[in-house]
């Protein structure tokens, strides 16, 4: 076939796709218009509901302003969920009126769904067609002012018990006294007379303290003091007739005994709020102006059940005296071996100062490092000091140090190895030293680990142990026990003596440049002792034998 024949094929196929096309355009342009005005108006009507476009449907209707307000409310207060309205019936009466009925399905998650019926009429109006508004043409019952909302249901908050039975944590009111400048025609006196009101409980709040936020954030409104209930119920008269105070209540999960205070608390937070989702319920609401919120959809939550902390009151409060007899940043961590329950983790100021320094700061180990070379050599056949960090990193795992934990509620660090550096706490230190990194929480976890013979599942709540991504195998029985000896020996007749007098102490004193370390096991409890830039050698000892005096005390001696 020639050139100018095949240009010609070419050309007829050319036509030919064109004609088919818009043929194709000029049926599907017909079968698109084949639908009444009213049947398009409710269509459009039902996918702008659909697209959540509340500015878009509302145009559609007889009163755009006030439908607009109705359905970006009704958007607003269902946000999370998911919407699909079907058309289920649609009459035309007459050339200039019609009815129609819709479906409206919502989904707020698995087995939460709210389905219902509405009806709706149109009405051909001198701007053409229109849905006839009504807020009940969206949800049944809406009109009357009333507004929609999905909210959570839950039923009574559970508490939270040590590992003695002692209660520990329970929801209470917290009363947050807040400074409003646009209603305080006096600062100086509203924060004097404040002042002298809260000096019996809080004497740090200062009408001169309160003065200079107040000038540092001219204008904005600020939280003077946060009070429990039962201390605010003997200043309410006074604290409420004081010009330009408001005070805020909010249910908040708070220690039962005030002198407990520890990191661990915010990670009992979280696996506290775990079981609350675990267990809410929802439903979706319609606000009455005068009867208040009227339940359409949903269930009541069941009630959570309470939970069994691992913490013990009598150990956290000997680890709250230790820290504090510390200058510098300080942290200790204690863990139960047999069961890798979290007993007791505390820092001082300094060390809150620079974050999560006993459960995730990393900082070079030095030589507290020293028994995991000695087993890596060991496992090896070689000397313990030509083990390459990969090496070290790999035996390390079998003593649970750097594995993938998941613990409900609880984030920590426990080591790194090399230079892949994601602690929360800046280190200084030369490249070498700080290819092993070691945590307070590591430090722990590596004593527990050798008591037990394995790594230890660490855990929060009792019956929620952690869960590991990838499990290490033991190390042989012969290696634990060259371990064990070895910290026999430490405490007995090495840098860690001066605890010899604690019976059954075993332990690791180690140091990286003016970082001080000590890890030891007294019973079934492993601890963990970290000291940023001691003032002293023995500093991370001694307080190490501050806590085991403490510990030794009866428990109504704190």
Known sequence: MGSRERRRVRVVALISAIVICVTAGVVAFTIADSRSDVERLVDDFVAELNERDAEGAAALTSYPNAASATLTQLFDGLSDGTVEYEITQLVELSGESGYFTLEGNWNFGPDKDWSYQVDGSVKKLAVGWRVSWSPDVVVPDLGGGRTVHHVRTDAAPPKIFDRNGQL???????????????????????????????????????????????????????????????????????????????????????????????????????????????????????????????????????????LVSTLDSHVQLAA?????????????????????????????????????????????????????????????????????????????????LGLDYTVPGFEFETAQFGQNRSGVVQFTGSPADSEALLSPMGAAMLAASIARGDAAMPMIVQGQPATVAEPAEPLPAETIDALRAMMVDNVQNGPASFLRGHAGLTGIAGDNGDDRWFYGVSGDMAFAVFVANADGGDRAIKMADMFLRELGKPADAF
């Open 320 to 400: 709250k005296e230790a820290v504090v007899s510390v200058g510098t940043p300080a942290a200790i961590v204690a863990i139960q071996p047999s069961t890798g329950g979290i007993i007791a983790v505390d820092v001082n100021n300094q060390a809150m100062e620079l974050g999560a320094v006993a459960t995730r700061g990393l900082y070079p180990a030095g030589s507290a490092m020293d028994p995991v070379r000695v087993a890596a050599g060991m496992a090896l056949g070689k000397d313990p000091a030509q083990v390459s960090t990969a090496e070290l990193g790999d035996i390390a795992r079998r003593l649970g």
């Open 168 to 306: 520990l944590m329970a929801e209470q009111t917290i009363n947050t006294v807040v400074l409003d400048p646009a209603k305080m025609p006096d600062p100086v006196l509203t924060t004097t007379l404040l002042g002298d009101v809260l000096e019996p409980v809080a004497p740090v709040i200062t009408a001169a303290s309160m003065q200079q936020r107040l000038a540092e954030q001219p204008g904005e409104r600020i939280a003077a003091v946060k009070l429990r209930d039962q201390d605010y119920q003997f200043l309410e008269d006074d604290i409420v007739a004081i010009p330009g105070v408001e005070v805020i209540k909010t249910p908040t999960l708070i220690s039962a005994d005030r002198r407990i205070s520890s990191p661990l608390l915010d990670s009992l937070r979280s696996a506290w709020q775990l079981e609350r989702d675990r267990t809410a319920g929802w439903a979706v609401t319609l606000e009455d102006p005068q009867a208040g919120p009227i339940q359409v959809a949903g269930f009541q939550g069941p009630p959570p059940p309470d």
